[in-house]
């Protein structure tokens, strides 16, 4: 018998069909991967197994006895446990009462904390999970809080476990221990959902491997007759290749950093940085974050003003602190974090869309914006950068991580700026949006832009740039021709050992 | 310098502390309860007033004495039953709804004591909660007298912090509680409402703020007095802060304060003569607000404090 079979499950959120008549069997004892870009549909499709929300049409069973719906309280007592990608625990509390919150009857008049320990202690021992539990959550490490959440759900004695993109914020070491827990769960007759859009993960964990792609279920293949091509090409429709960029002759001088330096933390501020990005040039900014890229990012972006050195673009000295300047000035900026730096959630999508130029002509009319004007051209913006959306009101925190990167394309790149700062422009999206967004800056690069391309993947940055420079300590190597040299190379002056050459 | 050290040997000022304390714990303890769930609840200087309007005024129709006092808890539930609808239900601004329940609240207190009572000129006195001394204890000297020989609702708000401890940190409702207030995406994640641990949180804590008000009345001035209340709420939910929401802290903060009020009385009599009386009147004020300086730096706040939880809602 499966332990949890999805049968025709359908779920519509206004007129988007999030999950599109799915079926999926799972039985005991094996890794299924669930395999699907952003916006594809799994975290919805596991929000209505756990009863966040309630599917339109469909039934879920567990070990062939349907589940009620919208009950969070029936899944968990059926024995499905859910690791989220944004963990359910409490800073504040320690690893003990997070474990056992709700375990107990409410209106008992004690816990029975010496229980509750044993049966830590004894799964901690069985599934090589090592924590202690009168930590305070928010002083352990993030790979130790996730196993706090596979702990949660043993603890409740889950036969099916859920794990949501875990991988995404751990270290490839804590990667690989997870991986070894999960064989441990499979050995002992659990059944693992495991949540993912990294191909070469899911190659390496799963036993099958299942595919959503907008909502609707491709379909289903055992792991070890796959392979990563053909994976993509499930999830994607279509084959993905990232883009490759063509030789180009790189042009005058855009920006010319020289002698560089912030105060503040030590590895974090820039010590005597200098460079030079021209046009029809991509530079690639290697390093560990933490080394310099935020400052670095934050002085180019226009929100830092406290330095010494000079920074000048076209010639001209660049308006330092000031982003509205900076903007006008032809920057063009992709921040980091985009929920945070990128967009305000909260408002819509044209609303966004518009916020670098609101005294443009083009949007507004003597300080009040045109609806109009701004909504016809966010539209158009929409449908040139593929934002994946209800419209131009759709609020902007619905939108998934690759169609908020594009909304954010989309505003920065409409103003054809001649320097682009990207910092981190593909992190934490899937294959599909990734090679979109490469091909972008690869587009803007044979306009005659000049980009700053600051990453951690060292494979992206060899990739696409055309000369790399690594920061570490806030240091910045010369940048020289990619195929100068190599990752290992690279990865050895990113921990801080130039290799043999002096920092520039 | 000497004068104080005099009054401090007192055992009228220990008597005055721990009279002036009493309301403070219980205003305290139920603004604590509430943010411990993640709402804050300004109604608390209205349901103050409301319990010190209703237990007095329970007596004063010939009620008994712990019947006002039920009478009380329970207006004070009620008042907050209708803050949680709105912040907790309905996800409104808990700053804009607690100020709402405080005007509301107290007008109507005002309101309903003239309406009962059209002819009276001066509010009539009640026979309020005798002092209950415990045996032995109460004959020491000085402490004797000012800590064994109190109102019943003293010892009560007393027993309420180790109580309020061990049920916030010693049950698995308490677990519930705490974990609202941090992430009640946690809470609902394990099958718990997390709308009625909020709503029943901040049920129980106005109760508690009006059993508060009701010992002003009940055991102190024996009538109810227009503005009576002069801000003792208000002073609760910077206790709060100072005690970074921890039921023992709480205690430690309301007596500090209550020392420093029972003092100022004090002092100005001794010392009048040569520094003017609003400097002792504000003296009070002025040590809480270093003390919260000093305290609330280190403060760990419930992190989902003011945020609304809306079920279902993509984050």
Known sequence: MPALEFRGVTKRFGSLTANDAVSLVIEPGEVLALLGENGAGKTTLMNILFGHYQADQGEIL??????????????????????????????????????????????????NTKAARDKIAAMARDYGLQVDPDALVGDISVGERQRVEILKALYRDARILILDEPTAVLTPQEADSLFATLKSLTEKGLAVIF??????????????????????????????????????????????????PEPMQAGKAILEISRLTTSGDSAAALADVSLTVHAHEIIGIAGVS???????????????????????????????GRPRAIVNAGVGRI?????????????????????????????????????????ARAEKQIAEFDVRCEGPDAETKLLSGG?????????????????????????????????????????????????????????????????????????????????????????????????????? | MSDIFEILLTAGFWAATIRIVSPLIFGTLGELICERAGVLNLGIEG?????????????????????????????????????????????LSQHVTGIGITLFASALSYFVSRMLLPSATTPPKIEPFQELPIPVLSDLPIIGEALFSQSPLTYLAILAVPVTWYVLYRTPLGLAVRMAGENPVAVEAQGINVLAV????????????????????????????FGMINGRGWICVALVIFASWRPGKALVGALLFA???????????????????????????????????????????????LVPFRRGERV
């Not at chain 1, 969070?72 to 509390?93: D, E, K, P, R, Y």
């Not at chain 2, 909020?198 to 007095?225: C, E, K, N, Q």
């Not at chain 2, 040569?274 to 419930?302: G, T």
Request: with cysteine.
């Open chain 1, 335 to 375: 921040p980091e974090d985009r929920h945070a730096r990128g967009v305000v959630g909260d408002m819509e999508i044209w609303e966004n869309l518009i916020s670098e130029d609101l005294r443009s002509d083009a949007v507004s009319r003597w300080g009040i914006v045109d609806r109009g004007r701004a909504t």
């Open chain 2, 47 to 91: 349901i103050m007033t409301v319990g010190a309007m209703s237990g007095w005024m329970w007596v004063y129709q010939g009620g008994g004495l712990w019947g006002g006092v039920l009478f009380a808890a329970c207006l004070g539930a009620l008042f907050g039953l209708l803050h949680a609808g709105f912040t907790v239900h309905l996800g």
């Open chain 2, 198 to 225: 909020r709503t029943g949180a901040v049920a129980v804590g106005s109760a508690l703020m009006a059993i508060g008000g009701a010992f002003i009345t009940m055991s102190w001035f024996d009538a109810f007095y």
């Open chain 1, 62 to 111: 567990v070990d062939g006895k349907p589940l009620a719906p919208g009950s969070t309280q029936a899944a968990i007592n059926a024995g499905v446990g859910m690791v989220h990608q944004h963990f359910t625990l409490a800073a504040n509390l320690t690893v003990l009462e997070n474990i056992m919150l709700g375990t107990e009857g409410l209106w008992s008049w004690r816990q």
């Open chain 1, 290 to 320: 933490g080394n310099g890229q935020q400052a670095l990012a934050d002085v180019l972006c226009g929100l830092a003003s406290g330095f010494s050195g000079t920074v000048q673009l076209h010639g001209a000295p660049l308006p330092a």
């Open chain 1, 195 to 244: 949540i993912s859009h990294k191909l070469h993960e899911i190659l390496a964990v799963s036993d099958r491997v299942a595919v959503l792609r907008r909502g609707a279920m491709v379909g289903s293949v055992v792991t070890k007759d796959a392979d990563k091509a053909q994976l993509a090409e499930m999830m994607v429709g279509r084959t993905v290749t990232r883009p490759k």
């Open chain 1, 403 to 504: 169609n908020m990167q594009k909304l954010i394309l989309a505003r920065a790149l409409s103003r054809e700026p001649s320097f682009i700062l990207a910092n981190q422009p593909v992190r934490g999206l899937d294959e599909g949006a990734i090679a979109y967004v490469q091909e972008r800056l690869l587009e803007a690069r044979a306009r005659g832009a000049g980009i700053l391309l600051i990453s951690e993947d060292l494979d992206e940055l060899m990739a696409l740039s055309d000369r790399i420079a690594v920061l570490s300590h806030g240091r910045l190597s010369e940048a020289l021709p990619s195929e100068a040299r190599s990752i290992a190379e690279i990865g050895l002056m990113m921990a801080g050992q130039d290799g043999g050459e002096k920092a520039a």
């Open chain 2, 259 to 305: 020392g420093l009020e029972a003092l100022q009385v004090r002092a100005q009599q001794s010392a009048g003569a040569f520094i003017p009386y609003q400097f002792f009147l504000a003296l009070p004020y002025v040590m809480s607000i270093l003390a919260m300086v000093v305290m609330a730096r280190k403060a760990k706040y419930p992190h989902a404090l």
